[in-house]
């Protein structure tokens, strides 16, 4: 069966970096499109990022562009988020997701999940 496995969550000061990486298993990985949400407490889960299958094309939500990076490597089949210059609104789950079809902005249109992982931003 399809897994996605998150790493890379923690705890980092306000302008610091982290990387998050997606494992994935149990499909060709390198056939899917693949996204990046997040939930922060009480709030609705937020498109980050999406990457194509081969990476040649990446989108991102408002709030990220320009901060974070959204890369793949196939041959890993691995997904991996670059967050730079963190702000404390960034604090959230991150969660990793394999897109079904259609748009990577939608959380409808990504069938498997990971079970996410904890950012937490300090000001």
């Known amino acids: 069966q399809v897994q996605l496995v998150e790493s890379g969550g923690g705890l980092v000061q306000a302008g610091g970096s982290l990387r998050l990486s997606c494992a994935a298993s149990?499909?060709?990985?390198?056939?899917?499109?693949m996204g990046w949400f997040r939930q922060a407490p009480g709030k609705e889960r937020e498109f980050v990022a999406g990457?194509?299958?081969?990476?040649?094309?990446?989108y991102y939500g408002d709030s990220v562009k320009g901060r974070f990076t959204i890369s793949r490597d196939n041959a890993l089949n691995t997904v991996y988020l670059h967050m730079n210059r963190l702000k404390p609104e960034d604090t959230a789950v991150y969660y990793c997701?394999?897109?079904?079809?259609?748009?990577?902005?939608?959380?409808?249109?990504?069938?498997?999940w990971g079970q996410g992982t904890q950012v937490t931003v300090s000001s």
């Open positions: 997701a394999k897109l079904g079809g259609g748009s990577y902005y939608y959380e409808k249109n990504y069938d498997y």
């Open positions: 149990g499909l060709t990985f390198s056939m899917y499109g």
């Open positions: 990457i194509s299958w081969s990476g040649a094309y990446r």
